[in-house]
């Protein structure tokens, strides 16, 4: 089994205030365990053999991926290209890829923002392969994910756990399982079977959401991701204590 976040974003994402680069990303990733990544970034690509090589040297496989805007809404795609991405306007044009090799899926779809796919996902469910568990969900409140479990379930969609990690502390609350060997061809091919993958996921801690917004707003975070060795190992030191759910 290969722990897996499939949708995450770098600062090299132009149209959100990261900074932290791909690399800082992937060696975080990678010292908490991960072991397959997609940085997905809006509407652009951000894969090349330098930053495949990269991460390989620290265990973790890369696989491309992109959040892609269709018709105003996120659509998280993997194994594309930016040729292939620029033809992406509509729902009707993502019926025209290649369904071979490339992988579809709905990110928190039923978050409530202008980009979640809502009622939309069902209308083009024919077109997705798998539906996410965003992370960003709290203890004693009522969770947008229950939802996306129901519609995996009764569409036979599998289902991929996501962290959307837009600063690095947001990576490792939640996140899959795949069960594949570490080769891209293989775990794409598990991310579109139910049952491949597994769900792992605890409430994202209140104090932490406090604390990432306001680093979004601090320079000093250029400081803070220097450090990612020692974040890395207290955020396992609690994830060790912490009880986390399983789902299939």
């Not at 991460?55 to 105003?72: N, S």
């Amino acid at each position: 089994m290969l722990k897996a976040d499939l949708h995450t974003h770098s600062g090299e994402d132009v149209q959100i205030r990261n900074y932290h680069t791909a690399r800082q990303l992937i060696s975080y990733a990678a010292m908490l365990g991960f072991k397959v990544l997609s940085i997905t970034n809006h509407d652009q690509v951000l894969f090349n053999s330098t930053l495949k090589s990269f991460a390989k040297r620290r265990g973790v496989l890369l696989i491309p991926g992109v959040e892609a805007t269709i018709q105003g809404k996120h659509v998280l795609i993997y194994n594309i290209d930016n040729r292939r991405l620029k033809s992406l306007k509509t729902f009707k044009d993502l019926e025209k890829l290649c369904r071979e090799d490339v992988v579809i899926s709905a990110p928190h779809p039923w978050h409530p923002t202008k980009h979640s796919l809502k009622s939309l996902l069902l209308e083009h469910i024919y077109l997705f392969d798998a539906i996410e568990y965003n992370q960003l969900y709290f203890k004693a409140l009522p969770n947008p994910n229950a939802k996306a479990v129901k519609v995996a379930r009764l569409y036979v969609k599998a289902l991929h756990g996501n962290s959307d990690a837009h600063i690095l502390e947001q990576l490792g609350y939640t996140y899959t399982m795949i069960d594949a060997d570490q080769n891209k061809h293989e775990v794409l091919e598990a991310m579109r079977v139910k049952g491949k993958t597994i769900v792992v996921t605890r409430p994202f801690p209140y104090a932490k959401l406090l604390s990432t917004l306001a680093l979004y707003r601090r320079p000093r975070y250029k400081k803070i991701v220097k450090k990612i060795a020692i974040t890395a190992s207290r955020l396992k030191q609690k994830n060790a204590k912490t009880a986390f759910r399983m789902i299939v």
